[in-house]
């Protein structure tokens, strides 16, 4: 069972710090970090390359409206240089809110946009010269980027869950962040991916398949409040992010679910739109119980076709955060 942390650095970023090395010890394999309207995480990823060994780092997700493509691999090439390269250059297209209403950019052609951008960023990290004629992007000087390679590949993971993202992802990518994923659905996924590479001239096997697995641990002192807090994201997901993310759930099994709690949440009943969130949703898509049952349900879904589950990173202390992080390998 493979398993990566999402982990930002925030004001405590020390003790941050220090828990990402106690997941790095313990063999996590992945640290990914996002941004969404939150502070830039280019810094944090600095200080994570320099004070690290042997994790690899990456972002989930930087949006391709916001920096050039130009200007994210001179970002992942100076991140390479540090870590000795062990980077993951983690895209996707954001949300048209957060794209038109904190960046001020048109939200247009997102999923062409990204497949530009994966291109343009592995002619650039491989030291080619860029000269690129695309839909969006003409690009016909010859720049290089130089820099002291350490490899000249940063492996590409894509944040996708709709049907014509999961195909571009298998022609182009190197992995997939699918979020809110059913774990009955990762063969199917894993078949589309595959596919998909297979079509394009690539392996089967070249995408790998690491979904943001949420983790509620039960101890029979604050469950009730333990299972609301798992409903919360897909009743948030379901209603308040856009369509992709509802018809996915819907599309993949859930179509009751989706369409009550969006009937509640209409007439703004927040009560009801989060009770539609049934029992048997929760489980398929987070991992909740005891601890002992928990990692159980992680390596159930490892063996499901999850093969690097991105858990997020244990609050408390670095210590307690440790002993957490022990425990959802199965330790």
């Known amino acids: ?29 992945l640290v990914a970090t996002g941004e969404a309207w939150g502070p830039s995480t280019v810094p944090w990823m600095t200080l994570l390359a320099a004070h690290t060994e042997k994790i690899q780092i990456g972002t989930s997700i930087l949006n391709v409206y916001s920096r050039s493509p130009g200007a994210i691999a001179q970002e992942f090439a100076a991140l ?7 980077m993951v250059c983690g895209l996707g297209s954001s949300g048209h809110r957060v794209i038109e209403h904190f960046h001020g950019v048109p939200f247009r052609k ?25 839909e969006l992007f003409s690009l016909q000087r010859g720049f290089r980027l130089d820099y002291d390679r350490p490899r000249d590949h940063v492996p590409i993971y ?10 571009q992802t298998g022609e182009i990518a190197d992995g997939i962040f699918p979020i809110h994923w059913p774990k009955g659905r990762f063969a199917s996924l894993r078949q589309a991916l595959s596919d998909a590479s297979s079509a394009a001239g690539r392996p089967g096997d070249s995408v790998t398949i690491a979904p943001f697995t949420n983790v509620y641990v039960l101890d029979g002192t604050n469950d009730e409040a333990l299972w609301q807090a798992a409903r919360q994201p897909l009743f948030h997901y379901v209603n308040r992010m856009g369509d992709f993310y509802w018809n996915m759930l819907a ?15 209409r007439a703004r009943d927040r009560d009801g739109a989060m009770a539609a969130i ?54």
């Open 251 to 265: 599309d993949n099994g859930f179509e009751p679910e989706v369409s009550a709690s969006r009937e509640a949440w």
């Open 278 to 331: 049934s029992t048997d949703m929760v489980r398929e898509i987070q991992v909740i119980g005891p601890m002992a049952s928990v990692a159980e349900q992680l390596a159930e879904r490892a063996d499901a076709g999850a093969e690097l589950q991105m858990v997020q990173m244990p609050g408390g202390s670095a210590s307690d955060a440790g002993k957490r992080l022990e425990a959802l390998l199965g330790g």
């Open 1 to 29: 069972m493979r398993l990566g942390v999402l982990a930002g650095g925030g004001a405590d970023w020390r003790a941050a710090l220090e828990k990402v090395r106690i997941a790095e010890s313990l063999g996590y394999e």
């Open 80 to 86: 390479e240089t540090i870590s000795g390269g062990r």
């Open 158 to 167: 894509i944040a996708a869950i709709t049907p014509k993202s999961i195909v």
């Open 110 to 134: 997102p999923l062409r946009r990204i497949r530009e951008y994966v291109e343009i960023i592995n002619t650039l990290i491989k030291g080619e010269r860029l000269e690129y004629e695309g």
